[in-house]
């Protein structure tokens, strides 16, 4: 089958682990392009931590952020797709992690909420490359339904904060990860293969045309249903294991060594 669109996660996936884009995976981007394939990003940041990529690329397509819950034109800055965690479900949310005394930031609209600022949001922004908003008390009490929500544990508290989560907000939230420590919570259904696959669809592309390259957790729901899911050597067990094909990491221009295998020559 012939691949008419690749989707790639971004950090750990698409970037080097000093969050930088090779030469050799824009070098392969360009050439897919070229040939008619469509390139997009699929990531868990948000829109104006993507769009510096995005334009550097040259890319003009929709862009899949906040793990699905808003794709928004690249350039045209059209959103195509919003899904925003129920206003009612973040109240909540943030009730609960203030009350456990849970790290958690907000994402309104396209800025980054903190109570103040930590280690955790300054680990985050490092990341990123957004400025966090400290809005103290504020955080806790939005009146615009946020995109998503992030917890953010040290590594060995991780798994018990996604169990009391995942176990209290039970068919209120999607819950996944896209780091050791980053607890993503959406709204239930948005994830990034049912974004990619609306866009997909917008092109008049099948999901069994579209490769799909990813590393977490979070990229796991389009690895396994794309026709080709990709794993970068870098990734975790159980994308390796979903995936069809396993290719270079990260660090060793991965996401090209991907698109080189379903190029014409």
Known sequence: MTVKLI????????????????????AAIHKAIAQGIVFMIATGRMYVSVKPYADALGLDVP??????????????????????????????????????GYYIQSYQGDELWVKEETVFSA???????????????????PEVAPYKLLAMTKPEEFQKVWQDIQQKFAGKVTVTSS???????????????????????????????????????????????????????????AVQAAAKLVTASNDE??????????LQP
């Open 7 to 26: 989707a790639s996660d971004m950090d750990d996936t698409l970037l080097n682990s000093n969050t930088k884009l090779s030469e050799k995976n824009a």
């Open 63 to 100: 862009l899949v952020t906040y793990n699905g819950a808003l794709v928004k034109g690249s350039k045209s800055g059209k959103v195509y797709y919003e899904h925003p965690l129920k206003l009612d479900t973040a109240l909540e949310l943030l009730a609960y992690c203030k009350e456990k």
């Open 123 to 141: 680990e985050y922004e490092r990341i990123s490359g957004i400025k966090a908003k400290p809005v103290g008390e504020k955080l806790y009490h």
């Open 179 to 237: 780091r050791d420590n980053f607890l993503e919570l959406m709204e239930p259904g948005v994830n990034k293969w049912n974004a990619v696959k609306a866009v997909a669809a917008s092109y008049g592309i099948r999901p069994e045309e579209v490769m799909c390259i990813g590393d977490s957790n979070n990229d796991l729901s389009m690895i396994e249903n794309a026709g080709i899911g990709v794993a970068v050597a870098n990734a975790k067990p």
């Open 253 to 262: 221009d991965g996401v090209a060594e991907a698109i080189e295998t379903v």
